[in-house]
């Protein structure tokens, strides 16, 4: 498979932490293109907080959770919780969960609120996810035009050069219309 080494083990349960760089240039195109997300946001699958940690100093309020214990936000199932969340959701979900993360935010947001995910391009790809896109329409899809890193088990000191492209995906609880890609 081009870009992925075939002798890598994934970490068990996908935890790939996403460089607060990616986050950081993303929140800076947002406010050039004026689009604000809520002040509350939810980070479900925060880790160790990379993203949290880069909210909080951008000056939102930061709901950070996750399914394991990594020291940082409340242990949470994100995808157990029924409560409805009064703000936007960003995260870098576990790739493998990132449909499922998909449908259990859109039921958790208010109409208008944001789902903001931070995903390889590739994930706008397949028959599957194409009826998922039908039922909830990407509002923007804000693609890095330099490589992002994510690291394995949040270890930033060993990366190495990165293959993958990776986007912030947009999604605006009630949006009906066309995607719109800009880059970053």
């Known amino acids: 498979m081009l870009g992925v080494n075939p002798a890598a083990k994934r970490e068990e349960n996908d935890f790939y932490a996403t460089n607060p760089k990616a986050l950081t240039l993303f929140l800076n195109r947002l406010n050039q293109d004026g ?7 939810w980070e479900c699958a925060c880790g160790e907080g990379h993203l949290s940690k880069e909210l909080l100093k951008n000056g939102y ?3 950070s959770s996750d399914l394991i214990n990594r020291e940082y936000g409340e242990v949470k199932d994100f995808l157990k919780c029924d409560k409805i969340f009064n ?4 995260t870098n979900p576990p790739f493998k ?7 259990k935010a859109m039921g958790l947001l208010k109409e208008k609120n944001k789902l903001v995910l931070f995903l390889k391009i590739q994930f706008v790809e397949g028959q599957r996810r194409k009826k998922l896109f ?3 329409n990407i509002k ?3 693609a890095h035009s330099s490589r992002q890193q994510c690291s394995k088990n949040a270890d ?3 990366l190495n050069a990165t293959t993958q492209f990776y986007a912030w995906y947009i999604f605006e609880k009630g949006y009906v219309g066309d995607t719109t890609l800009r880059w970053i």
């Open 35 to 41: 689009i604000t997300l809520n002040k509350q946001i």
């Open 61 to 63: 309020e930061v709901l």
């Open 87 to 90: 703000g936007d959701i960003l």
């Open 97 to 103: 969960l990132a449909e499922q993360f998909i449908e």
């Open 134 to 136: 039908e039922k909830y």
């Open 140 to 142: 923007y899809i804000y």
């Open 156 to 158: 930033f000191e060993h």
